[in-house]
């Protein structure tokens, strides 16, 4: 939680080629944070996260768009749970 300002992933992606990123054999198999802080692949991991918020923030927006579409007679929307908790899509 919190990796994906850290990350700087730039351009679009297609289904599958977050399925190979995803899969790109990379995972963390560490212990603790201090083998997850000095993994050689702590820059991927901070990219996927910024990817992945990105795809969220892009499928919630166009999601929350239709609701406005479809109920035009509301102003606000009210969101709550984990997806209302994303600190960046919150703002």
Do not use: V
Request: aromatic content about 12%; charged content about 25%; overall charge neutral.
């Amino acid at each position: 939680m919190g990796l994906a300002p850290f990350g700087d992933y730039q351009g679009e992606i297609s289904q599958e080629q977050l399925l190979k990123e995803l899969s790109s054999g990379k995972r963390f198999t560490g212990k603790g944070k201090a083998e997850w802080e000095s993994s050689e692949h702590l820059d991927h991991y901070k990219s996927l996260a910024s990817l992945m918020q990105k795809l969220f923030e892009k499928e919630s927006f166009s999601y929350i768009k239709k609701i406005k579409e479809r109920f035009p007679q509301f102003e606000n929307l009210i969101l709550t749970g984990g997806t209302a908790l994303n600190c960046t899509f919150n703002m």
